[in-house]
């Protein structure tokens, strides 16, 4: 199943204010050039998928703003990966899947129930390495490959 990048959100600093952009440069060493996360191994960069999001909210009983879940990609139209190893080609990047993004306190902290909410069906995204690296726009191509 394709998707689309909907939307690219990094933060400068660990804990700090998540900004959004239009495009953003990826490193296989670096993650997204500027997040002060994409260094982590295991995690350089986390993706959200739109629908999981949307249906966390629902049971919420309001909508947020989907930066609330400091994610560094926003996918439409695709079903959150719920499998470790699955490669995920972004534009010219290729990311793989290497765990769930498991809900935080920082959740229940921006709106109570939220980390609840993102508990079921990997709702809260995955967290990816970068297999390759390269630039990447909103409105981009989203393409999940087989696991390897």
Known sequence: MNGKLASIAYAARKGGAIRETMFAEISVPKGIICDARGHFPKRQITLLFEESWVAACADLGRPLPWITRRANLLIAGMDAAQDRG?????????????EETTPCNLMEKAAPGLMAALKPG?????CCIVLRGGNIAVGDDVVRLMAR
């Open 86 to 98: 699955a490669q995920i080609a972004v534009g010219e990047t290729l990311l793989e899947v290497t």
């Open 122 to 126: 990997w709702r809260g995204g995955v």
